[in-house]
């Protein structure tokens, strides 16, 4: 199974010594020493520095369209947060959330404390980014019904008159009642509108309970301090957008989006999991420092693609040539 780039980290830092497993003349390696427990004291000070070592890695894992200067302020607001937690999963946290191109300053996304271990979630806003980012919608729906709104669901009718809300914006929100559901749909492009998700506040609490494990620890625990505690409507929110993901067209970002949070409620590496531009520079240097064997799976690969090219080509030029002597001989 190949280990994660948190744990490749760890053990080049702790196991090989300066300079092991590198080429002659190569430079100096790009990763500095990784603690792989909290720092005791001065924490916030001290993974302050320790992420500045960082920051060229960290930029080049951006897309191109996000400033580097914005998202590393985002991460050093979040530090003070974040003291206790291990600086390598600090580092998890930050490069998958740098892959999405998302600013971790809560409303696209945040980096949390878990126990000992950072996080990167993405709010329901990073949801709807990514799918707007995707080419596949053009504009995405997600609301809050509470108690004074007016609103239907007809399934049986086509769409889009077979959704009403309206909120009573005649009252002041804290007069509007109680919420009792949140709703999301997209409009596809071509002009399509895709099902709608209504989910009930019943339904986003049996999400939250069978499949939020940062909740179940958080009760178990006694603490309250889970999203689901904290941010119980914008969880709710998010839980529509999930389920919305069936049901329109996913890139690979979408994709990777879902696996990535996922990852994060199980307790895992996320890195792993998300888009992959730079990162792999740091892997390899990682393995090599640890003298690992992996490399020579991506040696083995090589010889698959270069197979599969041939016979893509190969088999259209038997096709012509066949053609064309048909063709001659018919004249």
């Not at 792989?36 to 070592?53: D, I």
């Not at 239907?152 to 009718?157: D, H, L, Q, S, V």
């Not at 809300?165 to 002041?172: A, E």
């Not at 178990?220 to 689901?228: I, L, N, Q, R, Y």
């Amino acid at each position: 199974m190949t280990t994660s780039l948190l744990n490749r980290v760890k053990a080049a830092t702790a196991e090989a010594p300066s300079g092991a497993g590198r080429p002659a003349g190569a430079e100096e390696a790009p990763v500095p020493s990784v603690p792989a427990a909290p720092v005791e004291s001065e924490t916030a000070e001290a993974l302050h520095t320790w992420l500045t070592r960082y920051e060229g890695h960290i930029a080049r894992r951006l897309p191109s369209h996000v400033e580097a200067g914005a998202f590393l302020a985002a991460v050093r607001d979040r530090l003070p947060a974040l003291e206790g937690c291990s600086p390598a999963s600090i580092l998890d946290a930050v490069l998958a959330c740098a892959s999405f191109g998302f600013i971790p300053d809560g409303r696209e996304a945040v980096i949390s404390r878990d126990g000992t271990l950072a996080t990167f979630i993405p709010t329901y806003r990073g949801y709807v980014k990514a799918m707007h980012n995707s080419g596949f919608v053009t504009s995405v729906r997600v609301e809050m019904v509470y108690e004074g709104d007016e609103f239907a669901y007809e399934p049986t009718r086509p769409a889009p008159d077979d959704f009403v809300h309206r909120p009573n914006l005649d009252v002041p929100k804290d007069k509007r009642g109680a919420p009792k559901f949140a709703y999301a749909f997209a409009w596809l492009r071509g002009g399509d509108r895709s099902q709608p998700i209504i989910l009930s506040s019943e339904d986003a609490d049996e999400i939250r309970d069978l499949y939020s494990t940062a909740y179940q620890r958080a009760e178990s625990a006694g603490t309250d301090d889970s999203f689901w505690h904290t941010h119980r409507l914008d969880m709710w929110r998010k839980s529509a957008i999930r389920r919305l993901y069936k049901v329109v067209p996913t890139s690979a970002e979408m994709r990777a989006l879902e696996a990535v949070e996922e990852a994060a409620e199980a307790g895992r590496p996320q890195l792993d999991q998300a888009p992959d531009p730079e990162a792999a520079e740091l892997v390899a240097e990682a393995e090599r420092a640890a003298r690992t064997a992996e490399a020579s799976q991506d040696v083995a690969a090589r010889p698959m693609a270069l197979k599969a090219k041939g016979r893509s080509r190969s088999k259209p030029k038997k096709q012509r040539g066949g053609r064309r002597a048909g063709a001659r001989g018919r004249s």
